[in-house]
């Protein structure tokens, strides 16, 4: 369930005497941060089996002699994050208690003192770890056999509620041809070098054609085997992908899962469609990141193009702000470690024909770790500083972080 609830925790004694603090703090915090508030309970018998259907718990401990009470919901087998507050002993009975709720949650705990900045933050991290239980995937092909390092552990993925469901690429073929025609926008007619205009209106069909198949098998993403299309079709999907990520339909190329989990997830944090792309060089100091397709709005500017390896249409050439602040990302396959450096644009704008068409230099710190111990290829760019949401999410996914910020 993709709901965050909320609920409280006291001694029995103390129940009376916190009434209307508890009062208080849900009108705070519900719905504003969670959407519903399941009660107070003051015994461990009062703790629900039935909820184990949501992904995430947020527990208020409003007293001490809780610790018997937080220790049988740790056992339902859910992230928490546990709020305390600085009197009627919270605190105290918070301390004792998470000891064991490390040991049996494997860590995945966030803590919060009420009324401390920050909680925006906590809750959307909540929620995105929410919305992944019931995260429906839409894998078009199969994942590109060069993908050696970054196939997502089915087991993993059960355990999350990650559904993949599969199409196959004429699938996408006999919905391109059944789709009603429809005129490119003026911009994208703009942006597309006059000799290549031909290929836009197929490449438009392919976009209808992908938001019917996401729309049928009621998936909120789409990973798609792009180079086994582009000798079918004689075209990419790099422009039809833009134009989902741009909707929010996270769109992944080369049949990328993990990536296009990644990108779901740093979308639900950052609110932002994201660039995932190929480290092509590394520095301590820099990293340069390139590919064929990038989110029309996330980029100054961008001109239609041929695909890097194929020749074929249509690629974007994507100029990022220089100066934009941005996050990258890279999960290992079994999402048991995160790599998270924050970054700022340097340089953007294709300077090179020997490289996927849209480049960006990013500033960072111990860029290098990214060869020296590397977790796969493909690093996905969030715009703007998500390094603390991203690091609270690895909490509840039981990740180790490993994070960079520039000097």
């Known amino acids: 369930m993709s709901k965050v609830p909320m609920v409280a925790t006291s001694s029995k004694l103390q129940r009376e005497s916190v009434k209307s603090l508890l009062e208080e703090i849900v009108r705070n915090l519900v719905p504003k941060y969670f959407d519903e508030f399941l009660g107070l309970i003051t015994e461990p018998e009062e703790v629900e089996e039935s909820w184990r259907r949501y992904s995430v718990l947020a527990v208020l401990n409003l007293t001490g002699g809780t610790e018997e009470v937080l220790k049988t919901i740790a056992e339902l087998q859910r992230p928490l994050l546990l709020i305390y507050h600085t009197k009627y002993n919270s605190l105290p009975a918070v301390l004792e208690a998470l000891p064991y709720l490390r040991r049996v949650l494997s860590s995945r705990i966030l803590t919060y003192r009420y009324g401390d900045p920050g909680l925006e933050d906590l809750s959307q991290v909540c929620r995105t770890y929410a919305h992944l239980r019931g995260l429906r995937i839409l894998l078009i092909g199969d994942v590109a056999p060069w993908l050696i390092s970054s196939r997502p552990v089915p087991e993993v993925l059960r355990e999350l509620g990650v559904e993949i469901v599969r199409a196959c690429p004429e699938e996408l073929a006999r919905e391109m041809g059944k789709v009603s025609p429809r005129e490119p926008p003026p911009e994208l007619v703009s942006a597309t070098p006059l000799e290549l205009r031909d ?14 198949l996401v729309q049928r098998y009621q998936a909120s993403a789409v990973a798609i085997q792009c180079f086994d299309l582009i000798h079918e079709l004689r075209c990419t999907p790099c422009l039809a992908l833009a134009l989902l990520n741009d909707e929010h339909v996270v769109a992944a190329c080369e049949g990328d899962v993990l990536s296009c989990l990644t990108m779901k997830m740093l979308v639900d944090l950052g609110g932002r469609p ?20 990038v989110p029309l709005t996330l980029v100054e500017k961008y001109r239609i193009t041929t695909h890097f390896e194929s020749r074929k249409p249509l690629a974007i050439a994507g100029t990022f702000k220089r100066g934009l602040e941005v996050t990258l990302v890279r999960f290992s396959e079994d999402l048991r470690r995160v790599r998270i450096m924050g970054g700022v644009v340097e340089e953007s704008g294709p300077w090179s024909t020997e490289l996927c068409r849209t480049h960006v230099r990013i500033r960072v710190r111990s860029g290098l770790r990214i060869l020296e111990d590397p977790l796969g290829n493909h690093y996905v760019l969030a715009v703007g500083d998500l390094v603390l949401r991203i690091r609270y999410l690895a909490q509840l996914l039981g990740a180790v972080p490993e994070v960079t910020t520039p000097s």
């Not at 290929?199 to 019917?212: E, F, N, T, V, W």
């Open 274 to 293: 994201c660039f995932m792309a190929n480290p092509v060089e590394v520095t301590n100091e820099y990293v340069v990141l390139a590919h064929c397709t």
């Open 199 to 212: 290929s836009l209106p197929k490449i438009y069909r392919m976009y209808l054609a992908l938001q019917q």
